[in-house]
T-cell receptor, first 110, second 115 residues
Framework: SQQGEEDPQALSIQEGENATMNCSYK?????LQWYRQNSGRGLVHLIL?????REKHSGRLRVTLDTSKKSSSLLITASRAADTASYFC??????????FGKGTRLHILP | DAMVIQNPRYQVTQFGKPVTLSCSQT?????MYWYQQKSSQAPKLLFH???????NEADTPDNFQSRRPNTSFCFLDIRSPGLGDAAMYLC??????????????FGPGTRLLVL
């Protein structure tokens, strides 16, 4: 299976703290994407990092990619209550497949 | 502006009664995907099209079929829905920049309930 693994499966932190989620995958990818999904809602695209990139920033988000370790991390700085959601990484392959990881459920405590 | 449209948003069907979910896009994207997402799980890729080339995932049940009559439309047919097929079905598209640089655009999903 090409499905990636994410850890932790669940994460609870205090508002204002930073949240870090990790994603590992098994075979070579073209790019890796991170999505957010609020409970019962659709997927929101957050950021895409290409296989030849190592780090990318977007607002309070920082994504890293280590192709040698086949892993990526998503850092959310200065977390807010509105960041409470599930976060998924999705890996894109040369055959046009895009496979989602199992996700991390993030809960921001007030 | 709506880009990936899924109808209906909620679909109720009976056990064993065929059902069709639809997806349309205004992006003129070559690639279209269907995912199944069950509660508290990740979206699972069922199949995807590159233009008219159909690519089925090895573990997608035969009960699931798809049609893409043109660039804009794609359909998911469930021939004999079982209770285990109750889920959110997500359609997505991707542009022609190549898989290394293009993100997916998701529709809002159709939630299927099987009675």
């Amino acid at each position: 299976s090409q499905q990636g693994e994410e850890d932790p499966q669940a994460l609870s932190i205090q508002e204002g703290e930073n949240a870090t989620m990790n994603c590992s995958y098994k075979t070579s990818i073209n790019n890796l994407q991170w999505y957010r999904q609020n409970s019962g809602r659709g997927l929101v695209h957050l950021i895409l990092i290409r296989s030849n990139e190592r780090e990318k920033h977007s607002g309070r988000l920082r994504v890293t990619l280590d192709t040698s370790k086949k892993s990526s991390s998503l850092l959310i700085t200065a977390s807010r209550a509105a960041d409470t959601a599930s976060y998924f990484c999705a890996t894109a392959y040369r055959d046009d497949k895009i496979i989602f990881g199992k996700g991390t459920r993030l809960h921001i405590l007030p | 502006d709506a880009m990936v449209i899924q109808n209906p948003r909620y679909q109720v069907t009976q056990f064993g009664k065929p059902v069709t979910l639809s997806c349309s896009q205004t992006l003129n994207h070559n690639v279209m995907y269907w995912y199944q997402q069950k509660s508290s799980q990740a979206p699972k890729l069922l199949f995807h099209y590159y233009d008219k080339d159909f690519n089925n995932e090895a573990d997608t049940p035969d009960n699931f079929q798809s049609r893409r009559p043109n660039t804009s439309f794609c359909f998911l047919d469930i021939r004999s829905p079982g209770l285990g097929d109750a889920a959110m079905y997500l359609c997505a598209t991707r542009g022609d920049g190549g898989a290394w640089q293009e993100t997916q655009y998701f529709g809002p999903g159709t939630r299927l309930l099987v009675l």
